[in-house]
């Protein structure tokens, strides 16, 4: 396991990182209703719930920058797309109260900013989720939108402008529906290209249909995403373990691979070899919600700052392991939860 003197190193580290983070930002909107409260609605006779509080969040892309902000990460910079809208404008005022850069977080009057809505009921004093409801753009990006997403990177990354040299460029890739999302093919070979053409800036993609089609990206499937992949390219139909699940993928993308298995931890697959970050075990009551996405930040914060595989391994279970301790939110690990944590 990481040491605590390890640790401080890394956080240490941490403050002087830059991170450009592109993806699908979605807006977190929750509407916390009180069943005491209800009414029965005079014109539908349905019951009407009564809200008693509203609270909103960055989600997906933005979880992750939650996360990245809670370890202390120096800068972080949103790539995305936003609508011209009231949750477009939550949205960003709540990446700038933690400092984020929102310059690259283009706002289009014709679209949607991706919102998941979450009604929760209050239930003994706990909240409860309800259905979500879910406001996506389910029309393929313009090639003007394309084209904006990679020029802004491409000046990033190249330092045009005053632009610092990213350490770490994160890929989130939320919308299932094909290039209806900010990464859509054309972007994903764009960030494809950009990887191999800066090796000394970290890329590492995360995505929940598509992950088997970046190239030259660090990867971070979980165990089904992973099988997927090798299915769809003819590989053998069964694996005896999760490290010859991790070690086939890294070998078929040529590149490091964490592959995430729940509760038995991390495997990480460089070279045709792979070593096991066992998870953080805890026996009382978890929530996994936005676990996957703390790994990512202490992951991708670690070999950011020239730590090893295993040991960014070891980071991102200890984020996970402090988050979903966290009932009933979309939590985050700081610097001081995690060396509670390990001790």
Same mark, same amino acid.
């Given at each position: 396991?990481?040491?605590?003197?390890?640790?401080?190193?890394?956080?240490?580290?941490?403050?002087?990182?830059?991170?450009? %983070?592109?993806?699908?930002?979605?807006?977190?909107?929750?509407?916390?209703?009180?069943?005491?409260?209800?009414?029965?609605?005079?014109?539908?006779?349905?019951?009407?719930?009564?809200?008693?509080?509203?609270?909103?969040?960055?989600?997906?892309?933005?979880?992750?920058?939650?996360?990245?902000?809670?370890?202390?990460?120096?800068?972080?910079?949103?790539?995305?797309?936003?609508?011209?809208?009231?949750?477009?404008?939550?949205?960003?005022?709540?990446?700038?109260? %933690?400092?984020?850069?929102?310059?690259?977080?283009?706002?289009?009057?014709?679209?949607?900013?991706?919102?998941?809505?979450?009604? %929760?009921?209050?239930?003994?004093?706990?909240?409860?989720?309800?259905?979500?409801?879910?406001?996506?753009?389910?029309?393929?990006?313009?090639?003007? %939108?394309?084209?904006?997403?990679?020029?802004?990177?491409?000046?990033?990354?190249?330092?045009?402008?005053?632009?610092?040299?990213?350490?770490?460029?994160?890929?989130?890739?939320?919308?299932?529906?094909?290039?209806?999302?900010?990464?859509?093919?054309?972007?994903?070979?764009?960030?494809?290209?950009?990887?191999?053409?800066?090796?000394?800036?970290?890329?590492?993609?995360?995505?929940?249909?598509?992950?088997?089609?970046?190239?030259?990206?660090?990867?971070?499937?979980?165990?089904?995403?992973?099988?997927?992949?090798?299915?769809?390219?003819?590989?053998?139909?069964?694996?005896?373990?999760?490290?010859?699940?991790?070690?086939?993928?890294?070998?078929?993308?040529?590149?490091?691979?964490?592959?995430?298995?729940?509760?038995?931890?991390?495997?990480?697959?460089?070279?045709?070899?792979?070593?096991?970050?066992?998870?953080?075990?805890?026996?009382?009551?978890?929530?996994?919600?936005?676990?996957?996405?703390?790994?990512?930040?202490?992951?991708?914060?670690?070999?950011?700052?020239?730590?090893?595989?295993?040991?960014?391994?070891?980071?991102?279970?200890?984020?996970?392991?402090?988050?979903?301790?966290?009932?009933?939110?979309?939590?985050?690990?700081?610097?001081?939860?995690?060396?509670?944590?390990?001790?």
């Amino acid at each position: 396991m990481l040491t605590k003197e390890r640790l401080s190193e890394l956080f240490h580290k941490i403050r002087d990182l830059s991170v450009i %983070m592109v993806g699908d930002f979605f807006l977190d909107k929750y509407f916390v209703t009180d069943p005491r409260l209800s009414e029965i609605s005079v014109e539908t006779g349905l019951e009407a719930r009564q809200v008693i509080e509203i609270r909103c969040s960055p989600g997906a892309a933005g979880t992750v920058v939650n996360n990245l902000y809670a370890l202390g990460v120096g800068e972080i910079r949103a790539v995305g797309i936003a609508g011209d809208d009231g949750e477009g404008y939550e949205l960003d005022a709540r990446l700038r109260e %933690m400092g984020v850069n929102t310059d690259s977080l283009l706002r289009y009057p014709f679209v949607h900013t991706p919102t998941y809505m979450k009604p %929760m009921r209050v239930v003994n004093g706990a909240e409860v989720e309800m259905e979500r409801l879910d406001v996506k753009n389910r029309a393929p990006l313009t090639e003007q %939108m394309e084209q904006q997403i990679i020029a802004l990177l491409n000046e990033q990354l190249s330092g045009r402008h005053g632009w610092r040299t990213p350490n770490a460029v994160v890929i989130s890739d939320q919308v299932e529906e094909r290039n209806c999302g900010v990464i859509s093919d054309r972007v994903r070979e764009a960030l494809s290209d950009m990887a191999r053409k800066y090796p000394n800036t970290i890329f590492f993609a995360d995505s929940r249909r598509r992950i088997g089609e970046f190239n030259n990206i660090i990867l971070k499937p979980n165990r089904s995403e992973a099988i997927k992949v090798l299915k769809s390219e003819g590989a053998r139909d069964a694996y005896d373990s999760d490290k010859d699940i991790s070690i086939a993928i890294s070998s078929l993308k040529s590149t490091p691979v964490f592959l995430t298995s729940g509760e038995n931890g991390i495997w990480v697959a460089v070279n045709g070899k792979a070593s096991h970050a066992k998870a953080i075990r805890y026996e009382g009551m978890i929530d996994i919600c936005g676990a996957g996405d703390s790994a990512t930040s202490g992951i991708v914060s670690a070999l950011a700052s020239g730590f090893s595989p295993i040991e960014a391994a070891e980071m991102g279970n200890l984020c996970a392991g402090v988050t979903i301790r966290k009932l009933g939110t979309t939590g985050t690990a700081s610097e001081e939860e995690i060396l509670s944590l390990l001790d």
